[in-house]
């Protein structure tokens, strides 16, 4: 199932200005039987390279993330969507 997220990057390389970007993330989930144990467990990091686009100078430029995933949903990919207008939240 793919969902949108969005990935703020508070000081671009090329203009250092503040970006936020549409993530299109699809992770897998598996229906587990719960128990006390499974109550206990925390998200995990993992961590991303993509290429992304200055909006400003019209540049790429590449970064690294980390977005969270669980064992009953693990990230099966993310693209970069696109550039969100620089809007405050």
């Not at 508070?10 to 499974?38: A, Q, S």
């Not at 790429?60 to 064992?71: I, N």
Request: proline share 4%; with cysteine.
């Amino acid at each position: 199932m793919k969902a949108e997220e969005k990935l703020k990057i508070p000081d671009c390389p090329i203009c250092r200005g503040e970006h936020t970007y549409k993530l299109k993330v699809e992770r897998t989930y598996v229906i587990e039987r719960l128990t006390t144990n499974d109550l206990t467990k925390s998200s995990q990091p993992a961590s991303f390279t993509r290429i992304f686009v200055c909006p400003a100078k019209n540049e790429k430029f590449q970064a690294t993330f980390r977005l969270y995933q669980t064992t009953s949903a693990e990230i099966k990919s993310v693209t970069v969507g696109g550039v969100t207008e620089d809007e405050e939240e």
